[in-house]
């Protein structure tokens, strides 16, 4: 769930999880490829992407580039770098041995 489409009131009482607590070997994947690939532009984005592609890597982890599209959809860059975004999620899942 994206933060900025929540309202405050609906996370009451549920567990939340941010950017600095992904732990799972997708983020782990996503992060590494992030760095490798020089995904990084201005960062503004970042974080939602980050979290987009590890949630799409946890449920799906060979995602087609329509796959990866559709699951980015909801995240605008600014600096326009969605293929190193794509490129970053299939290197993520290629470290994921999917």
Not at 73 to 98: E, K, M, P, V, W
Request: glycine fraction near 8%.
């Amino acid at each position: 769930m994206r933060s900025c489409s929540l309202p405050v009131a609906a996370a009451a009482g549920k567990n939340i999880t941010t950017i600095e607590g992904l732990k799972s070997k997708a983020a782990q994947a996503v992060q590494k490829a992030w760095v490798e690939l020089d995904v990084v532009q201005c960062g503004y984005c970042q974080s939602g992407q980050i979290m987009s592609a590890v949630a799409l890597l946890e449920h799906n982890s060979k995602p087609s580039d329509a796959d990866i599209d559709g699951a980015m959809a909801g995240n605008i860059c600014r600096c326009a770098t969605y293929q190193r975004i794509r490129a970053a999620i299939h290197a993520a899942s290629a470290d994921l041995g999917a």
